[in-house]
């Protein structure tokens, strides 16, 4: 079963406006990442961060980690049609295995 | 390479048929994964290696699956007597790996199979 689960599935907004994507998991963690991956092609590496960290940035992005309620949060600021793609959160707990969630489809429109 | 390098890019072949996928990691990379996504899917994982050998294999979701990894970089994943349901797209991913590793993943574009 995957460890985490993405929210919303899928997401629609207009070139300018936020878009923000929630991950929820189950196990205890040491660290986050999430990932890009456009349509038909292999998964890109946006940013990871640690169990001991609440918030990170990295140019348009934004990741919140709240480890008591098992979640992480992506907001991607001054969405482009360039950022239209699937965004996935993966944790690991130990070890060097990542565990994937089922991902958000994010579609940003002229 | 500059990348992970996945073979063949797309596969088509007849229920019943042994298949043999590719990968070649980023020089230095001394982790490498193989993970199965289905159409509009998440990840699923199948196996993990780190060196020659194979400390994770619990994805692998029948015994027709089977990986090896030689010489600490190429890996090639088989299935044998090909299945419908086998019909995904197979990524591949590396990453340092050891003490250090901070867990990123460098993926291959995928091999894309589809078992008629």
């Known amino acids: 079963s995957q460890q985490g689960e993405e929210d919303p599935q899928a997401l629609s907004i207009q070139e300018g406006e936020n878009a923000t994507m929630n991950c929820s998991y189950k196990?205890?963690?040491?660290?986050l990442q999430w990932y890009r991956q456009n349509s038909g092609r292999g998964l890109v590496h946006l940013i990871l961060?640690?169990?001991?960290?609440r918030e990170k940035h990295s140019g348009r992005l934004r990741v919140t980690l709240d480890t008591s309620k098992k979640s992480s949060s992506l907001l991607i600021t001054a969405s482009r049609a360039a950022d239209t793609a699937s965004y996935f959160c993966?944790?690991?707990?130990?070890?060097?295995?990542?565990?994937f969630g089922t991902g958000t489809q994010l579609k940003v429109e002229l | 390479g500059a990348g992970v390098s996945q073979s063949p890019s797309n596969k088509v072949t007849e229920k019943g048929k042994d298949v043999e996928l590719r990968c070649d990691p980023i020089?230095?990379?001394?982790?490498l994964y193989w993970y199965r996504q289905s159409l509009g899917q998440g990840l699923e994982f199948l196996i993990y290696?780190?060196?020659?050998?194979?400390?994770?294999k619990s994805g692998l979701p029948s015994d027709r699956f089977s990986a090896e990894r030689t010489g600490g970089s190429v890996s090639t994943l088989t299935i044998q007597r090909t299945q419908q349901e086998d019909s995904a797209v197979y990524l591949c991913?590396?990453?340092?790996?050891?003490?250090?590793?901070?867990?990123?993943?460098?993926f291959g574009e995928g091999s894309r199979l589809t078992v008629l």
């Open positions: 961060i640690r169990s001991n960290e």
């Open positions: 993966a944790t690991t707990g130990g070890g060097n295995k990542l565990t």
């Open positions: 020089s230095g990379h001394t982790a």
């Open positions: 991913a590396s990453s340092f790996g050891g003490r250090t590793n901070t867990g990123e993943l460098f």
């Open positions: 196990t205890s963690i040491n660290n």
């Open positions: 290696f780190q060196g020659n050998s194979a400390p994770d």
